[in-house]
């Protein structure tokens, strides 16, 4: 979630409304032209452009579409679930064409996140910011769980696929204590699962008493954890965290200039956890996204992988007419040879 100031400060995107009415079978998404200069099928950096749907602030099960913070792929299931940061678990469904690119999504179904009482989480319960799917690709149906970290009420919990509650994870203490983060609005962010190290959790910003910049990444089933340096941009942020085929992650930060001109998204890769604790994380920049190069950007927030190679990105339209809900898909390349990052020229 960007807060009050980002809030209005979006409005220099003039991204445009959609009716809160609609139906989730009707005109739910659209094309949208995400770069003046790029198309899909293009490639820039170290991505390969696959497409961005504009999705309809619709109701589906009678929860209004808004607010998406954070995407997880269950490959078992063939859905797409979106968390908003009002506690709604969205399913969707997608289609990509014979050339690879994103065609087409609809919304199937939506739930509420639900207490161990069977009661929504309502109010700073229900802040719902990362998310990931666990047994999602192991060739059996019906046994997905899903991860979820909260802002204002720091923690990480288990859902099943319909929102229902059935336990949740220990922070360490650095991340359990309210007192520790810079404000309400910069807790527990982003939220992944690694292979080795389990469940890997970060808050959006350094912690209130951090001297050198550094978003501490913990691993959260045990004491391991690391210091991420975020990318060289005013106001950066880390937003989400995914982790690939081979164990490496990517990151998704939002940056923003003086009167929030540029809007900046990034992507970037840590190759390696160190063995060491409380080591520099080594992150270079995937690709990165500005409005002053032309880019037609929201405030992305959400990131997961889907097969392969391909990732999806969401943004957050924080329930405002005048910003959009986005989901892009790019493909990742070999990011070894990646370009450095451009330079704005406004």
């Known amino acids: 979630m960007i807060g009050r100031r980002g809030v209005v400060a979006l409005l220099v995107l003039a991204l445009g409304g959609v009716p809160a009415d609609g139906r989730a079978d009707a005109g739910f998404a659209t094309p949208y032209p995400f770069s003046r200069e790029h198309q899909p099928g293009d490639t820039y950096m170290g991505v390969r452009l696959l497409g961005v749907l504009k999705l309809a602030s619709v109701r589906v099960n009678g929860h209004l579409l808004t607010g998406l913070s954070a995407l997880a792929w269950d490959d078992d299931e063939e859905v797409l679930y979106a968390l908003s940061d009002r506690g709604v678990l969205f399913h969707l469904w997608l289609r990509f064409d014979e050339q690879g690119l994103l065609a087409d999504a609809r919304a199937l179904r939506a739930f509420a996140l639900r207490d161990v009482r069977d009661e929504p989480l309502a109010g700073r319960w229900a802040d719902s910011e990362g998310l990931v799917a666990r047994n999602a690709d192991n060739g059996v149906r019906g046994d997905s769980e899903l991860l979820v970290s909260f802002e204002r009420m720091p923690r990480v919990l288990r859902f099943t696929p319909a929102g229902e509650a059935v336990g949740g994870l220990a922070l360490p203490e650095p991340l359990r204590e309210r007192a520790n983060y810079r404000s309400r609005n910069r807790m527990l962010e982003s939220l992944a699962w690694h292979p080795r190290h389990g469940a890997l959790s970060a808050p959006e910003q350094p912690l209130h008493d951090a001297a050198d910049g550094h978003v501490p990444l913990h691993a959260l089933g045990s ?37 929030f001109v540029p809007v900046i998204t990034t992507l970037r890769r840590i190759r390696m956890l160190p063995a060491r604790d409380g080591a520099v994380l080594d992150a270079t920049t995937v690709a990165r996204f500005s409005t002053g190069q032309g880019w037609a950007l929201d405030n992305f927030e959400g990131l997961t992988r889907q097969i392969g190679s391909r990732i999806l990105l969401v943004s957050d339209d924080n329930a405002r007419a005048f910003q959009s809900t986005l989901l892009a898909a790019f493909e990742l390349l070999d990011t070894d040879s990646s370009a450095p990052a451009a330079v704005d020229r406004e």
């Open 223 to 259: 004491r391991r954890y690391w210091h991420y340096p975020l990318a060289p941009e005013p106001n950066a942020a880390l937003t989400a965290l995914e982790v690939l085929a081979d164990g490496s992650l990517l990151t998704l930060e939002r940056g923003y200039g003086v009167f």
